[in-house]
């Protein structure tokens, strides 16, 4: 008898505390996973006159509200294109999608750029299932000979735990080796979107538990009082606090709200109002914490049992 008693609080304690490792140490392997700095592209464009251009491009920042990403780019002079210090020998100039042009002067070194480049589609509203792509192209020339162009290694890393960031080659045109084209198609990290879903299925628990109770006390005449009313008003103001503890959860109105926010508002505050209702309209007159109005239900109790006898 102590043997299975044992046995069976052993269960208890080990098989939650299984299952929550199950869970856990795989959803901590994807996040470090997605969040470990990796390398995305790597391209070397052919280098026919010996000089050539190293950028080492991050990306740094994601921001779908904005709609834009940002790199942080390191270029460094290679072969002739450098002097005896791993300088610059000549200024140069670095375009990224002919949007924008960074001059870089003669004996410069691993000169550091910022830029901030725009998606074309996505919108916030497909929370959590929006994506957003774009393109860029980057190319090099001399600052005085714009049409002399310098062959390019790019680098494209990224370190970002919130999206899915993930960058394509396109095959350059038979005349132009010399830039370096890229597809973007950004996302919700694997972690971010299971989150989103899960708070999405908890507010969906939340609601028909409530459901139940408030049935119970319809239906089923399940006494009432005002703490069990709080407990419907507790949940409808806790509702958009959970909503919020999305990740990058935008304004009111996404898809996610659609799924499961709007509905189990309304399913709470229902529940909620049926319930105090059903608390109003069962008073008997008099409060139970009252001692006269025990008093009085006692011997009214008192004089029915005396009839019966």
């Not at 102590?2 to 052993?10: E, K, P, Q, T, V």
């Not at 002399?148 to 970002?160: C, E, M, N």
């Not at 830039?179 to 899960?198: A, E, H, M, P, Q």
């Amino acid at each position: 008898m102590f043997n299975n008693r044992f046995l069976r609080r052993a269960l208890a304690i080990i098989v939650p505390l299984a299952a929550l490792v199950a869970i856990i140490i795989p959803t901590w392997k994807i996040y470090s996973k997605e969040g470990r700095a990796s390398t995305l592209i790597s391209y070397s464009a052919p280098n026919m006159h010996g000089e050539s251009l190293y950028i080492s491009a991050t990306v740094i920042d994601v921001d779908f509200s904005e709609k834009t990403y940002r790199l942080h780019c390191m270029i460094r002079a290679n072969g002739t294109l450098a002097n005896e210090y791993g300088q610059l020998s000549r200024p140069i100039l670095v375009s990224f999608s002919s949007l924008s042009s960074y001059h870089i002067g003669a004996g410069d070194d691993d000169n550091p750029l910022n830029v901030v480049f725009s998606y074309h589609n996505g919108d916030e509203i497909d929370y959590p299932f929006d994506r957003y792509t774009g393109a860029f192209e980057v190319y090099a020339s001399y600052a005085n000979d714009t049409d002399h162009r310098i062959p390019i290694t790019f680098h494209l890393s990224a370190s970002l735990t919130s999206f899915a960031f993930n960058p394509t080659l396109v095959d350059p045109e038979p005349n132009e080796t010399d830039r370096v084209g890229l597809k973007i198609d950004t996302g919700r990290s694997t972690t971010t979107l299971g989150f989103s879903i899960f708070i999405c299925i908890l507010m969906w628990a939340l609601s028909l538990v409530l459901t139940v109770f408030a049935f119970q006390v319809i239906v089923r005449n399940r006494r009432v009082d005002a703490h069990a009313c709080m407990i419907g008003i507790s949940m409808l103001f806790a509702l958009p606090a959970l909503r919020s503890a999305q990740p990058g959860a935008p304004a009111i109105g996404c898809t996610s709200d659609i799924l499961s926010f709007y509905w189990n508002m309304a399913i709470i505050a229902i529940n909620s109002l049926s319930v105090i209702v059903c608390w109003v309209v069962r008073w008997s007159g008099c409060d139970p914490i009252d001692s006269s109005c025990s008093s009085l239900n006692s011997n009214k109790e008192a004089q029915h049992i005396e009839r019966v006898v």
